[in-house]
């Protein structure tokens, strides 16, 4: 059973939580009532999986995702926003947040982000010991317009990039966000994708080429305006959003029918 932590100071938000998470029973649940109680319960342990509050007083969701980043790398935080706070939650995912949801996205999207979440750093820690004997992986595929295919392969690359310990726990379940949302936009109607793929010590570069006359992969130009409150109540919107705050580089061609994403190792978890 995992524990999940709930980091809210609203006594009603953090019950309201609590009853999402408990309608699935392999979940089990603890609460604080602000970021400094979370950091203190983290100390002792046992905890999977935070979920944080993005505005609370004294320590915020920002600094607590900041923290445990560098004291707890294998644990995720998710961020829970409330309206208007859009911006802030992209600073946060650029320090280090697993992934966010709004709260009045609750109901459709706590449980399924929380669950990849979890999933990704059961991964991670059944497969390390193989995977530290790794240098270099590169490979190229050929993918065609099958979704099921997806999740084997992104759980493959986070299985490499912890090996090659490219980045810590947070950094491979954001590369992996990014991943997952750029190949479900890739992956329509009767196409093939061309998938490149090569990772060391310092960075990690993922290629996604559509067939010549297959249409883009993405419109470069439509870049949502994290600013409206409304932008995060789209699945894509919220795909994109993620992959841009996830990598480091994301660069398109003129046509959109190729993207190239960088992550770089984040030199301050390594000498943190």
């Known amino acids: 059973m995992a524990t999940v932590l709930v980091v809210d100071d609203s006594a009603f938000d953090r019950k309201l939580v609590s009853e999402v998470l408990a309608q699935d029973e392999s979940l089990s649940v603890e609460v604080a009532d602000g970021g400094m109680a979370a950091l203190q319960r983290l100390k002792s342990g046992g905890i999977d999986l935070v979920l944080t509050d993005l505005q609370m007083p004294e320590v ?16 995720p935080v998710i961020l829970m926003t409330g309206g208007g706070t859009e911006v802030i939650a992209m600073n946060a995912l650029a320090e280090g947040a697993a992934s966010y949801v709004p709260k009045r996205m609750l109901n459709e999207w706590l449980l399924p982000t929380v669950h990849e979440a979890l ?3 059961a991964v991670e820690l059944t497969h390390q010991a193989l995977l ?5 992986v590169q490979f190229e595929l050929e993918l065609h317009n099958d979704h099921s295919m997806i999740r084997p392969l992104v759980d493959y690359i986070q299985q490499m990039a912890a090996g090659i310990r490219l980045g810590d726990a947070s950094d491979t379940f954001r590369m992996g966000v990014a991943l997952r949302g750029a190949l479900e ?3 329509y109607c ?12 310092h960075d990690g570069r993922f290629t996604l080429r559509a067939k010549e006359g297959d249409g883009p992969i993405f419109d470069p130009q439509a870049l949502p305006d994290v600013t409206d409150p409304d932008a995060t109540e789209t699945t ?7 992959l841009r705050s996830h990598m480091d580089q994301a660069a398109f061609n003129e046509t959109g029918s190729e993207v190239t994403l960088v992550m770089r190792r984040d ?6």
């Open 60 to 75: 915020n969701g920002l600094q607590v995702v900041t923290t445990v980043r560098i004291d707890h790398p294998d644990i």
């Open 119 to 121: 999933e990704a750093r």
């Open 132 to 136: 530290d004997c790794f240098n270099v």
């Open 185 to 187: 936009n890739a992956m």
């Open 190 to 201: 009767d196409r093939v994708i061309e998938f490149k793929l090569r990772m060391d010590h």
């Open 236 to 242: 894509e919107t919220r795909d994109f959003l993620l």
């Open 267 to 272: 030199e301050r978890v390594e000498n943190g």
